[in-house]
């Protein structure tokens, strides 16, 4: 099991204005121009402290069924959070369209899972293996094996309350390892 705090996380400006455009947020009427925004993103990334904790579980697996999206040799689980800093900087932000927010969470969780799952692709890389596609957890009883598994509560602080993640800035991924298939060549 891995266990990573306070990485560095990039938020991407141009990243934030394509998902402002689909949810329709007008980022320019918001005082967010390109200046500002990349500023205002800069401090979001200070005041983010990012964790993930990771693991990869080989067969046999009682919660393999649960937990892996497609059967193959073994599968990883990553839980990333944002820290308890997210809340607090989103109160200093009163300006901020409240639309906003979640696009801004969105992208920082998917850039702390995708740090993790590039050190768990070159794990796999080693053992002639791919991954499969992320695969979000969002049950429950899927959450709980995780949270489990991984020591969440302690390594992260990290809990499950009313079916969800604590704190709500907080994301669960699985994936499975899958064999390399040997291309044949001809004779």
């Known amino acids: 099991m891995r266990k990573i705090k306070g990485f560095k996380l990039t938020l991407r400006a141009h990243v934030v204005k394509q998902r402002s455009r689909k949810g329709r947020i007008d980022l320019e009427a918001a005082g967010l121009g390109e200046l500002p925004l990349a500023k205002f993103l800069e401090r979001a990334s200070k005041a983010l402290t990012p964790g993930v904790v990771f693991d990869t579980f ?7 069924a649960l937990l892996s999206p497609m059967p193959g040799l073994a599968y990883s689980l990553i839980l990333a959070s944002l820290g308890e800093g997210f809340g607090p900087f989103r109160a200093k932000e009163p300006s901020v369209p409240e639309k906003l927010w979640p696009v801004l969470e969105e992208h920082a969780l998917e850039e702390a899972v995708r740090f993790a799952s590039a050190l768990i692709a070159d794990e796999a890389e080693k053992d002639n293996c791919e991954l499969s596609p992320l695969n979000p957890l969002s049950q429950p009883e899927a ?3 995780a949270l ?3 020591d969440a509560g302690t ?3 990290v809990t499950l309350a009313e079916g969800r993640l604590v704190p709500p800035a907080s994301l669960a991924v699985s994936q499975s390892w899958l ?3 040997k291309a ?3 004779k």
Do not use: M, W
Request: glycine letters at 14%; zero cysteines; charged letters at 40%.
């Open 58 to 64: 080989g067969h046999p697996d009682a919660d393999q």
């Open 143 to 145: 959450l709980e094996a």
């Open 148 to 150: 489990r598994k991984l």
């Open 155 to 157: 390594k992260l602080g």
């Open 179 to 181: 064999a390399k298939s």
């Open 184 to 186: 044949k060549g001809r």
